[in-house]
């Protein structure tokens, strides 16, 4: 649906990678590849003008390391991302201490 928040989950196996993103509603994997790795960002990079509400990486064992590795790029997003997510908990709570 047009103005729902975009929200991005992705779940880091050792041969896959399987990518969530809420505006498509659907799954999509990718192989733990190079070239695959390379698909993945691209389409992050993609989505960007959609302004993600939420990326959640998620990984055991370290095997994200790799991937966030791999490209800054994702490592950018991801700390753009939780500095704004940051600035809006911030607020929230300056919103809540000005109600009380």
Request: proline fraction near 3%; aromatic fraction near 4%.
């Amino acid at each position: 649906m047009h103005g729902d928040p975009v929200i991005v989950g992705i779940d880091v196996a050792k041969a896959k990678l399987d990518i969530f993103i809420s505006q498509a509603e659907r799954i999509e994997q990718y192989a733990y590849q190079p070239e695959e790795v390379r698909c993945l960002l691209q389409t992050l990079q993609a989505l960007q003008a959609a302004q993600p509400e939420l990326i959640v990486l998620e990984a055991t064992g370290g095997l994200e390391r790799r991937l966030v590795a791999r490209r800054r790029q994702l490592v950018d997003m991801l700390v753009a991302e939780r500095l704004r997510l940051q600035q809006a908990l911030s607020k929230a709570v300056r919103r809540t201490r000005f109600k009380n």
